[in-house]
């Protein structure tokens, strides 16, 4: 048998043009996207065409392009979201505990003058100073007790402190409800973004069929994109089947069915769920639904022993345990501090008596000197950081705080010593045996170290999702260098190619120009 | 490991931030003068700070009470003298009384001693700087009305006979000590208690059987019905009450000492604190600049090395 021919000769050359045309195409393909997020490189996979036996033996028919080959580790793709998830866990932590911390109000201010003996700062100095220019002012009054002109001080002092409660416990409240409205937001995105796996499962599928077509490449992109950013919501589990459709779950291979097939939210052919939020602050809960009324609470810390994961952890989180409300969380602890110093004060208020009545002075102090309730004289209901106020009986007219221990004593200050002092008292309830600054104190140590540890956390996650993230980048990562010597490569050979071309053009004249 | 276009870009902007955030903290420590601004800066640090500047207020409020208390004392100490005075002089009156005086130079006495007396009345109605009278205890106010004679409140209301003289001194004030606390677990007395019928605590112008009034009532009259004997016969009670102000005075001088002491106990420890709440939470200048020019040197070449390599590329290698 004799060889290829001219002919074939022409079609290797013809071939190889169209070869090193599509390996230029797909290295265009690159850089063009090489600031594409989660984009992977591809690569033509160039093949030796069909041999054909000759007399002289095997020869080749050329080059042909068998497919266009995506560089991935399926193993870092299945680890980044993970790290993802884990580092928008931390960052979302972060990021509300500094809201949080900043609208406790506790800045550290100095004094303005030592030599001064009025205690005074230029700037804000916090509960913590509300609550000891209160006693202060107490203390003051006890050295003139007929001194209207400390009583008002005492009033603003205490009006201060009140004030200071209501904001912070409004702050943590207002807070709390921002934050349940994103997670209402991020569930709504997150079972779009379901949906769209789902759909990306059907067309991968279709085109894949099986592993018998060609690779979906960029579809398969896009899904691994979905699959990230809905892992900085949720901690998800993620397998690919054999119909190249992926499945989802919550937290891991056991939990909640999150997408399988082509099949996403409560649709009724597949047991998938859809995610939805039960409640609202300060108790909500992230639930499955699979239609009708049964809703199942899901646990967003699936793995046991593992930390968790995920933005709406974090916000779930912070709604229901650290800021809580009247029995957990920051809402309780500055309920507590309102109401531990309400009953403070007023158990101490109403022995004493008040300068009014002269010159009998044989009125009684309220027993509501704070309260929670705008009408004087009503029984003290539950006082909380948001409710407590001064008892406006008592912030009309000074002349109504108690500040003797003894009726017919106008000039006694004991008992507004006795107030005084209270700055010192640790008997106040549900104050764990601390006075009520130092139960502040120790509750905003505990915040301001649970802030810290988060943002050592974060770091630390940062660094992981780093090196993962470099680590996949090494191998699916676009090099602008890289792809520039393959462009000069495929030239070349494109160029060689045109040259072969022209040289087999160059014999069959030469054999059409035989007479 | 392979590098690839993205990765110097991205560890460099990474970097940068990382570099930045530092040198945000170093120039807002610097722009402040505080190393703690918020309190996840230094959880410990931070509430050891915010419990100095509590104790700082409360000592400034000892200092202010303190004040307070050293004004009352040294009122006390002014009236105390000056009644010492006063009672010297009569007792020095009492002592002239004789015989061999005439009846106007008596006369003259006696007019001396019932000036005497009524100052004495009028010190024992002072009024502190709050307009409240010092030695009535804690009673009633100044403006007050006293229920019991219907008059205008005083501690020492008088009775006086047809020549408006002083007859009888009474008591309406009460014998309670107020005690304020100028320090923790220290407390002084206020005010000092112009009588008491039994000497607990110590009266000033009246102490149990020692009455300065009744002394002047009786030496003036005496004096005025020229009866010499029973004027020299008062020096005895004058004595007594002598002895009872020396004693006010000497306790009321050793109050006001205490109080020094204590003023200066207090701003010591204001100033303590502040070295402390200084060093817990005031930036150090020299050891944060230094910080800010390495950080700032490391930024300046992260920028350089950044700028250099992005700018290779094989591209610019490529023939036109």
């Given at each position: 048998?004799?060889s290829?021919?001219?002919?074939?000769?022409l079609?290797?050359?013809?071939?190889?043009?169209?070869?090193?045309r599509q390996?230029?195409?797909?290295?265009?393909?690159n850089?063009?996207?090489v600031?594409?997020p989660?984009?992977?490189?591809q690569?033509?996979?160039?093949?030796t065409?069909n041999?054909?036996?000759?007399?002289?033996g095997?020869?080749g028919t050329?080059?042909?392009?068998?497919g266009i080959e995506?560089?991935?580790n399926?193993?870092?793709?299945?680890?980044?979201?993970a790290?993802?998830s884990s580092?928008?866990?931390?960052?979302?932590?972060?990021s509300?505990?500094?809201?949080?911390?900043?609208g406790?109000?506790?800045?550290?201010?100095?004094?303005?003058?030592l030599?001064?003996n009025?205690a005074?700062?230029?700037?804000?100095?916090?509960l913590?100073?509300d609550?000891?220019?209160?006693?202060?002012?107490?203390q003051?009054?006890?050295?003139?007790?007929?001194?209207?002109?400390?009583?008002?001080?005492?009033i603003?002092?205490a009006?201060?402190?009140a004030?200071?409660l209501?904001?912070?416990?409004?702050?943590?409240?207002?807070?709390?409800?921002?934050?349940?409205?994103?997670?209402?937001q991020s569930?709504?995105?997150?079972n779009?973004s379901?949906?769209s796996?789902a759909s990306?499962?059907?067309?991968?599928?279709?085109i894949?069929?099986?592993?018998?077509?060609?690779?979906a490449?960029d579809?398969?992109?896009?899904?691994?994109?979905l699959v990230?950013?809905l892992s900085?919501k949720?901690?998800i589990?993620?397998?690919e089947?054999?119909?190249?459709?992926?499945?989802?779950?919550l937290?891991?291979?056991g939990?909640?069915?999150?997408?399988?097939?082509?099949f996403?939210?409560?649709t009724?052919s597949?047991?998938t769920?859809?995610?939805?939020v039960?409640?609202?602050?300060?108790t909500?809960?992230?639930k499955?639904?699979?239609?009708?009324?049964?809703?199942t609470?899901?646990?967003?810390?699936?793995?046991p022993?593992q930390?968790?994961?995920g933005?709406?952890?974090?916000?779930l989180?912070?709604?229901?345990?650290?800021?809580?409300?009247?029995?957990?969380?920051?809402v309780?602890?500055?309920?507590?501090?309102?109401?531990?110093?309400a009953?403070?004060?007023?158990?101490?208020?109403?022995?004493?008596?008040t300068?009014?009545n002269?010159p009998?002075?044989?009125?009684?102090?309220t027993?509501?000197f704070?309260?929670?309730?705008?009408t004087?004289?009503?029984?003290?209901?539950?006082?909380?950081?948001?409710?407590?106020?001064l008892?406006s009986?008592?912030?009309?007219?000074?002349l109504?705080?108690?500040?003797?221990?003894?009726?017919?004593?106008?000039?006694n200050?004991?008992l507004?010593?006795?107030?005084?002092?209270?700055?010192s008292n640790t008997?106040?309830?549900?104050?764990?045996g601390?006075t009520?600054?130092?139960?502040?104190?120790?509750q905003?140590?505990?915040?301001?170290?649970?802030?810290?540890?988060?943002?050592?956390?974060?770091?630390?996650?940062?660094?992981?999702?780093?090196q993962l993230?470099?680590?996949?980048?090494?191998?699916?990562?676009v090099?602008?260098?890289?792809?520039?010597?393959?462009?000069?490569?495929y030239?070349?050979?494109?160029?060689?190619?045109a040259?072969?071309m022209?040289?087999?053009d160059?014999?069959?004249?030469t054999i059409?120009?035989?007479? | 490991m392979r590098?690839?276009s993205?990765?110097?870009?991205?560890?460099?902007?990474?970097?940068l931030q990382?570099?930045?955030?530092?040198?945000?903290d170093?120039?807002?420590?610097?722009?402040?003068?505080?190393?703690?601004?918020l309190?996840?800066?230094?959880?410990?640090?931070y509430r050891r700070a915010?419990?100095?500047?509590n104790s700082?207020?409360?000592?400034?409020?000892f200092l202010?009470?303190?004040?307070i208390?050293q004004?009352?004392?040294?009122?006390?100490?002014?009236?105390?003298?000056?009644?010492?005075?006063?009672v010297?002089?009569a007792?020095?009156i009492a002592t002239?009384?004789?015989?061999?005086?005439s009846s106007?130079?008596?006369?003259a006495?006696?007019v001396?001693?019932?000036n005497l007396?009524?100052?004495?009345?009028?010190d024992?109605?002072?009024?502190?700087?709050?307009?409240?009278?010092?030695f009535?205890?804690?009673y009633?106010?100044?403006s007050?009305?006293?229920p019991a004679t219907?008059?205008?409140?005083?501690?020492?209301?008088?009775?006086?006979n047809?020549s408006?003289?002083?007859?009888a001194?009474?008591y309406?004030?009460n014998?309670n000590v107020?005690?304020?606390?100028?320090?923790?677990?220290?407390?002084?007395?206020?005010?000092q208690?112009?009588?008491s019928a039994?000497g607990t605590?110590?009266?000033l112008?009246?102490n149990n059987?020692?009455?300065?009034f009744?002394q002047l009532?009786t030496l003036?009259?005496s004096?005025?019905a020229?009866?010499?004997p029973?004027?020299?016969?008062?020096l005895t009670?004058?004595?007594?009450?002598?002895n009872?102000?020396?004693t006010?005075?000497g306790?009321?001088?050793a109050?006001?000492?205490?109080?020094?002491?204590?003023?200066q106990?207090?701003?010591?420890?204001?100033?303590?604190?502040?070295?402390?709440l200084?060093?817990?939470?005031d930036a150090?200048?020299?050891?944060?600049?230094?910080a800010?020019?390495?950080?700032?040197?490391?930024?300046?070449?992260?920028?350089?090395?950044?700028?250099?390599?992005?700018?290779l590329?094989?591209?610019?290698?490529?023939?036109v």
């Amino acid at each position: 048998m004799s060889s290829i021919g001219i002919n074939g000769a022409l079609y290797l050359a013809s071939n190889a043009l169209n070869a090193q045309r599509q390996a230029i195409e797909i290295t265009g393909q690159n850089i063009a996207n090489v600031n594409t997020p989660n984009y992977a490189r591809q690569r033509a996979n160039l093949v030796t065409s069909n041999t054909i036996q000759t007399s002289i033996g095997q020869e080749g028919t050329g080059v042909l392009v068998q497919g266009i080959e995506q560089m991935r580790n399926f193993l870092l793709d299945a680890q980044v979201p993970a790290s993802v998830s884990s580092l928008s866990y931390y960052q979302e932590r972060s990021s509300l505990m500094a809201q949080l911390q900043s609208g406790l109000e506790q800045p550290l201010d100095r004094l303005d003058s030592l030599a001064s003996n009025t205690a005074t700062t230029s700037g804000d100095g916090g509960l913590v100073q509300d609550l000891q220019n209160f006693f202060n002012a107490f203390q003051s009054l006890s050295s003139d007790p007929t001194s209207t002109s400390l009583r008002q001080q005492v009033i603003l002092k205490a009006q201060a402190v009140a004030s200071r409660l209501n904001t912070i416990g409004d702050g943590l409240i207002s807070l709390q409800t921002q934050i349940g409205q994103t997670v209402s937001q991020s569930v709504s995105e997150a079972n779009t973004s379901l949906a769209s796996i789902a759909s990306l499962n059907k067309q991968i599928a279709q085109i894949e069929v099986g592993g018998t077509g060609p690779r979906a490449n960029d579809l398969r992109d896009q899904r691994q994109q979905l699959v990230e950013d809905l892992s900085k919501k949720f901690n998800i589990y993620t397998h690919e089947a054999s119909d190249d459709t992926m499945t989802v779950r919550l937290g891991d291979s056991g939990g909640a069915l999150l997408v399988s097939g082509v099949f996403s939210g409560n649709t009724a052919s597949a047991s998938t769920v859809k995610l939805t939020v039960d409640g609202s602050a300060p108790t909500m809960t992230l639930k499955s639904w699979t239609g009708g009324e049964a809703e199942t609470s899901l646990n967003l810390d699936a793995i046991p022993g593992q930390p968790s994961t995920g933005s709406v952890a974090a916000e779930l989180n912070m709604i229901n345990t650290v800021i809580g409300d009247g029995t957990t969380g920051l809402v309780q602890t500055y309920d507590r501090i309102a109401a531990g110093l309400a009953g403070l004060v007023n158990g101490v208020h109403q022995t004493g008596f008040t300068l009014q009545n002269s010159p009998t002075y044989n009125t009684a102090g309220t027993a509501t000197f704070f309260d929670n309730d705008s009408t004087a004289g009503n029984a003290l209901g539950v006082v909380t950081a948001r409710n407590i106020q001064l008892n406006s009986a008592v912030a009309a007219d000074p002349l109504k705080i108690a500040a003797s221990d003894a009726a017919g004593q106008p000039l006694n200050g004991n008992l507004a010593a006795a107030l005084g002092n209270l700055t010192s008292n640790t008997t106040g309830t549900n104050l764990g045996g601390m006075t009520v600054s130092q139960y502040y104190l120790s509750q905003l140590t505990s915040l301001a170290g649970d802030i810290q540890a988060t943002t050592s956390q974060q770091s630390t996650a940062q660094l992981v999702n780093q090196q993962l993230t470099q680590q996949r980048d090494s191998v699916q990562g676009v090099s602008l260098d890289e792809e520039t010597s393959n462009l000069m490569l495929y030239q070349h050979a494109y160029q060689a190619s045109a040259r072969l071309m022209s040289v087999i053009d160059s014999m069959m004249q030469t054999i059409l120009q035989i007479q | 490991m392979r590098v690839t276009s993205n990765l110097f870009p991205n560890s460099l902007a990474s970097q940068l931030q990382t570099l930045q955030s530092q040198i945000a903290d170093d120039q807002n420590a610097i722009s402040t003068g505080k190393k703690l601004t918020l309190p996840s800066d230094n959880p410990t640090d931070y509430r050891r700070a915010l419990e100095l500047r509590n104790s700082q207020l409360q000592t400034h409020s000892f200092l202010q009470v303190t004040q307070i208390v050293q004004e009352h004392t040294q009122a006390s100490y002014t009236a105390a003298s000056q009644l010492q005075t006063l009672v010297s002089r009569a007792s020095e009156i009492a002592t002239r009384a004789s015989s061999v005086l005439s009846s106007s130079d008596m006369a003259a006495m006696a007019v001396e001693v019932n000036n005497l007396l009524e100052q004495s009345v009028a010190d024992g109605n002072t009024k502190d700087s709050n307009g409240q009278f010092l030695f009535g205890g804690n009673y009633l106010q100044a403006s007050d009305t006293d229920p019991a004679t219907a008059a205008a409140y005083v501690p020492f209301s008088v009775t006086r006979n047809a020549s408006n003289q002083i007859t009888a001194v009474t008591y309406r004030g009460n014998t309670n000590v107020t005690q304020l606390a100028v320090q923790d677990g220290s407390k002084m007395d206020l005010n000092q208690i112009g009588s008491s019928a039994t000497g607990t605590p110590r009266g000033l112008f009246v102490n149990n059987t020692d009455n300065v009034f009744t002394q002047l009532i009786t030496l003036r009259d005496s004096l005025t019905a020229g009866n010499a004997p029973a004027a020299l016969a008062t020096l005895t009670g004058l004595n007594g009450v002598e002895n009872n102000v020396a004693t006010v005075i000497g306790a009321t001088s050793a109050n006001l000492d205490r109080l020094n002491i204590t003023t200066q106990s207090l701003q010591t420890k204001l100033q303590s604190d502040e070295g402390v709440l200084s060093q817990l939470s005031d930036a150090d200048y020299a050891s944060t600049v230094l910080a800010l020019n390495q950080k700032q040197n490391s930024f300046q070449a992260a920028l350089q090395s950044g700028a250099k390599i992005l700018n290779l590329s094989l591209m610019n290698y490529l023939p036109v």
